[in-house]
């Protein structure tokens, strides 16, 4: 059983970055594809972004493509979501999914709120 948790979020001016981590434990985190994911409210859960357990292999939504960044150090068994030029259709609580063919753990979600 994998258990992820998130961490980084917070409240920040549009334009602003951050850069949200996610840590794993319980499992080997390099059989893994890792995503970020996020739910505004009133909204369906959106993906966002994933990447392969190597890190040879990323992937982005159009709607964050250019301005977030994944990435994952399995020393660490983290992964990561840098984004950058924030806007305040990016507020949201944020999650990150581990799985191989489809996500089957997930963190607990932390929130992001960007200000205009």
């Known amino acids: 059983q994998v258990q992820l948790v998130e961490s980084g979020g917070g409240l920040v001016q549009t334009g602003a970055s951050l850069r949200l981590s996610c840590a794993a434990s319980?499992?080997?985190?390099?059989?893994?594809?890792m995503g970020w994911f996020r739910q505004a409210p009133g909204k369906e859960r959106e993906f966002l972004a994933r990447i392969h357990w190597s890190g040879s292999s990323t992937y982005y939504a159009d709607s964050v493509k250019g301005r977030f960044t994944i990435s994952r150090d399995n020393a660490k068994n983290t992964v990561y979501l840098q984004m950058n030029s924030m806007k305040p259709e990016d507020t949201a609580i944020y999650y990150c999914?581990?799985?191989?063919?489809?996500?089957?753990?997930w963190g607990q979600g932390t929130q992001v709120t960007v200000s205009s």
């Open positions: 999914a581990a799985g191989r063919t489809t996500y089957d753990y």
């Open positions: 319980g499992g080997t985190f390099t059989y893994y594809t």
